[in-house]
């Protein structure tokens, strides 16, 4: 089965900051790696997705993440935070050559400080 | 495009009524998903359609819940009867399987069960 861990489920950046937000997955082979985001009473939203290709994906909104397969791992940076980067946001994952099924993990809330 | 439409996108019933909450999907789209989403157990895939047809409904919590998807362009949650446990929000997904994997998500509806 495959599971999504966000660490932290909270984290607090400055305006202008670098943008962290962590996600490790378990899958015995390499799943389908997504990022949405969720701002407040609306739907999710797509930031950026690896299938295939290239490790490193760039995203909405100036969001980027890369695929490490060693670490298990699917990190979403940005370099420099904007106020209106505050939100919720899941890392998610499905098995590779599907359409369906995305686990998600519990979420990141993110928090923008002037 | 509208996107997913969810109706209503706030309902609030009291224990032991019925429930039902309705989607109309992206046009085209062959996938549809509800998902729940409370502050406790995050984003839980509940039960999804691939042509109309239910293909996993392992994530429904119990009987009281059902979900119908009579033709491409409509689908409905029922919940019968409603308890106070079942308040959170649920979103409605589509996706085409010639897509990108990428899942739209509706705007969502919160329900609150006095």
């Known amino acids: 089965a495959q599971s999504v861990t966000q660490l932290g489920s909270h984290v607090s950046v400055s305006e202008g900051a670098l943008v962290l937000l962590r996600c490790n997955y378990s899958?015995?082979?390499?799943?389908?790696l997504f990022w949405y985001v969720q701002y407040p009473n609306q739907g999710l939203q797509l930031l950026l997705k690896?299938?295939?290709?290239?490790?490193l994906v760039k995203g909405i909104n100036g969001f980027e993440a890369e695929f490490k397969k060693s670490e298990t791992s699917f990190h979403l940076t940005k370099p420099s935070a904007h106020m209106s980067d505050a939100a919720e946001y899941f890392c998610?994952?499905?098995?590779?050559?599907?359409?369906?099924?995305?686990?998600f993990g519990k979420g990141t809330l993110l928090t923008v400080n002037p | 495009d509208a996107g997913v439409i969810q109706s209503p996108r706030h309902e609030v019933t009291e224990m032991g009524q019925e429930v039902t909450l309705r989607c109309k999907p992206i046009?085209?789209?062959?996938?549809l998903f509800w998902y729940r989403q409370t502050m406790m157990r995050g984003l839980e895939l509940l039960i999804y359609?691939?042509?109309?047809?239910?293909?996993?409904d392992s994530g429904m919590p119990e009987d009281r819940f059902s979900a119908k998807m009579p033709n491409a362009s409509f689908s409905t949650l029922k919940i019968q009867p409603s308890e106070p446990r079942d308040s959170a929000v649920y979103f409605c997904?589509?996706?085409?399987?010639?897509?990108?994997?990428?899942?739209?998500f509706g705007p969502g509806t919160r329900l609150t069960v006095l």
């Open positions: 359609f691939n042509n109309n047809v239910p293909i996993d």
């Open positions: 690896y299938t295939t290709g290239a490790t």
């Open positions: 899958s015995s082979v390499p799943p389908y």
């Open positions: 046009s085209g789209h062959d996938y």
């Open positions: 998610a994952v499905s098995k590779r050559g599907s359409n369906y099924k995305l686990t």
């Open positions: 997904a589509s996706s085409l399987t010639s897509g990108s994997y990428e899942q739209f």
